[in-house]
């Protein structure tokens, strides 16, 4: 069973800057993509940031040159610095891991993390 363990977040003044982290754990045979999605009250979800295995990252561009998504594949741990947060990035934020468990799984599947709060005030 995959899961993924976030951490960070919190409440912060428009302007400032949190780190979010999030560990994969459990079996798992390839991590094809780590990335982060948010949701604010009232919306749907919505990717932030993804970093495929082997490909470019790729951000929304509401958060382009502000955030930076990095992994540490050894860790299996994606990351997000956010800065010059604004009230707007106020959401729950999702790691999310596309995995294949093992070698005879042809589709990956996506696994969530349980969320965490990020609150900017303004």
Not at 16 to 24: F, I, M, N, V, Y
Not at 79 to 106: G, H, I, W
Not at 107 to 120: F, I, L
Request: proline share 4%.
């Amino acid at each position: 069973q995959v899961q993924l363990v976030e951490s960070g977040g919190g409440l912060v003044q428009a302007g400032g800057s949190l780190s979010l982290s999030c560990a994969a754990s459990g079996s798992m045979f390839s991590i094809n993509a780590m990335g982060w999605y948010r949701q604010a009250p009232g919306k749907q979800r919505e990717l932030v940031a993804a970093a495929p295995s082997g490909g470019a990252t790729n951000y929304s561009d509401s958060v382009k040159g502000r955030f930076a998504i990095s992994r540490d594949n050894a860790k299996k741990t994606v990351y997000l610095q956010m800065n010059s947060l604004k009230p707007e990035d106020t959401a729950v934020y999702y790691c999310n891991a596309v995995v294949r468990v093992s070698p005879f799984e042809r589709t990956p599947r996506d696994y969530w993390g349980q969320g965490t709060q990020v609150t900017v005030s303004s």
